[in-house]
């Protein structure tokens, strides 16, 4: 069947008579629907002029904005297969991700093109930068895009053509890119951005995580579109402050977020003065939401969050709470489409209640990951993705993370998960963040906590194993307490656990 993504998200808007319609809000402009369709047609144009072809790729290395999106759309217009990386890597970052998609012409800006430079970056398209200013090689955005035509015909795509490349988080290994039809976008708008949250044309969206992570853009940037609603985008990094501001600012209906930002704006000083009137829901993903800390959101804020859980594998959100249907501590029930089970080690399907790895079925799964065969056949199964989350589902339906499976620690003879631990301490007044570890001492494994506090606070070590001994059976307390600044975090703003032990000489 013939279909493409921009096509589809973007031109059908104005086919359907919502051109003047506000498509994305940026530096406190509004966009509207037919001058982004003529904006990336114009880039469109000049992709093609420098030679990109479909079914090439084209490398996303830019900060958020209008650019970034109509950059984006005019690779899919074109028939192209886009990725994209994060703009404040190193060098050596930027040399593993050229050297990996092997891509036609990267897209970047001027806080991109100094690193990719140094990792020896040749055919670029560069907004941001002047003219006067660039290289061989290095093609200048707005003299390009600025004289090409505005008519574009889109390349006869299917909804089996592969489109986009999703890249992993990296947390347990180099990032790999997970293989996606132009079928996944479509499937996920449908089931989990209509079938669970229900969008609607005069949502607003702001999402906290940044564009190049594909929970962020496609909230923003691609749902929105699919029912003529408006996206906000900002070329900022994200903190506490500047999301009050821009939720000041914008009015948004939905706050697409992660647990790390929910914790520190709840810790903001001036957290209890915000007016969150204007948002309907929260969406949390990226890690499982500790249950502590959504009471805290909840309290603080009132606020109805959706937390859920997807992938790079399998697209976007998978299992997800529904509005007006929130189980704190639970990822929800199976997002319209899919169907989730509990395996043990021999594959066989758990009963509610015990814990096991979650297997995924659905219209979304990856074909592979890109040039890793031996890891593509253990994790694709046609349709079905074999993940490496521990999860359990209670009697109600609602299923409920447990960390992954080398995450695991055997205290006493006895598995815990690290995250039962976090959520208690989370629980305290004084802790924002924290992570906990294994380690071996004697020969025995026994869980350390590192703990983020808040501004001010004088809690101690001893207080927090104090509080976690009330309430978690015997063996699970922390034995050791470390007071950190910050925990390391990937670039999604996951925690690094890899990162974390290298850190601690674990």
């Known amino acids: 069947m013939r279909f493409n993504i921009a096509t589809h998200f973007v031109d059908r808007n104005l086919d359907e008579g919502r051109g003047l319609n506000t498509a994305l809000w940026y530096e406190g402009q509004s966009v509207s629907y037919a001058d982004l369709a003529a904006l990336v047609n114009r880039v469109g144009n000049a992709l093609r002029e420098l030679g990109v072809r479909s079914g090439q790729m084209v ?108 890249f992993t988080t990296g947390s347990t290994g180099a990032p790999k890119a997970c293989v996606h039809t132009a079928r996944s976008p479509l499937e996920s708008f449908e089931r989990y951005a209509q079938g669970v ?43 506490a402050g500047l999301m009050f501001e821009l939720i000041t600012r914008y009015r948004p209906t939905i706050l697409v977020n992660v647990p790390t930002m929910m914790s520190a704006m709840i810790a903001h000083p001036e957290a209890a003065q915000q007016d969150l009137s204007s948002l309907r829901l929260c969406t949390s993903a990226g890690e499982a939401l500790p249950s502590e800390l959504h009471r805290k959101w909840d309290e603080l804020f009132g606020v109805e969050v959706v937390d859920g859980i997807g992938s790079s594998e399998a697209y976007h959100i998978y299992l997800s709470n529904r509005p007006g249907e929130v189980r704190r501590g639970s990822l929800g029930k199976a997002v319209p489409g899919y169907q989730a089970r509990i395996l043990d080690e021999t594959d066989t399907e758990l009963p509610d209640g015990e814990i096991g790895t979650l297997e995924v079925t659905g219209p979304t799964i990856a074909l592979e990951y890109r040039g890793d065969a031996e890891k593509s056949a253990r994790t694709f199964h046609g349709e ?23 995450d695991l620690l055997k205290v006493g003879g006895v598995f ?10 989370l629980g305290h007044p004084d802790v924002t963040d924290c992570a906990v570890l294994g380690r071996e001492v004697d020969g025995l494994v026994l869980p350390r906590a590192y703990v983020v506090v808040r501004e001010g606070a004088s809690v101690d ?15 699970k307390y922390p034995r050791e307490v470390s007071f950190v600044t910050e925990l390391p975090r990937t670039t999604n703003g996951k925690l690094d656990r890899r990162a974390l032990r290298t850190q601690a000489g674990e």
């Open 59 to 166: 490398l996303l290395a830019m900060s958020d904005g209008l650019d970034f999106v109509a950059s984006w759309y005019a690779a899919q217009k074109i028939g192209a297969v886009t990725a994209e990386v994060y703009t404040f890597l190193q060098p050596k970052d930027y040399a593993y991700y050229l050297a990996y998609t092997e891509a036609s012409l990267v897209i970047a800006d001027a806080v991109t093109l100094p690193a990719l430079r140094e990792a020896g970056a040749t055919n670029l398209l560069v907004t941001g930068v002047p003219a006067a200013e660039l290289r061989p090689g290095e093609h200048h955005f707005d003299t390009l895009v600025g004289t090409a035509p505005s008519e574009l015909e889109a390349a006869p795509t299917t909804l089996d053509d592969v489109a986009i490349w999703k």
């Open 416 to 425: 815990v998960a690290p995250s039962e631990i976090e959520d208690c301490l």
């Open 197 to 239: 949250l229900g969008i609607q044309a005069d949502d607003r969206v702001l999402a906290v995580p940044k564009l190049f992570f594909g929970y962020a853009r496609d909230l923003v940037a691609l749902f929105p579109f699919g029912v003529g609603g408006a996206g906000i985008a900002f070329g900022e990094r994200s903190t």
């Open 384 to 406: 079905t993705l074999r993940s490496g989350d521990l999860f359990s589902r209670d009697t109600a339906g609602f299923f409920h993370h447990h960390g992954r499976a080398d």
């Open 461 to 475: 070590a001893q207080a927090l194993q104090d509080f976690a001994r009330a309430r978690l059976a015997g063996h």
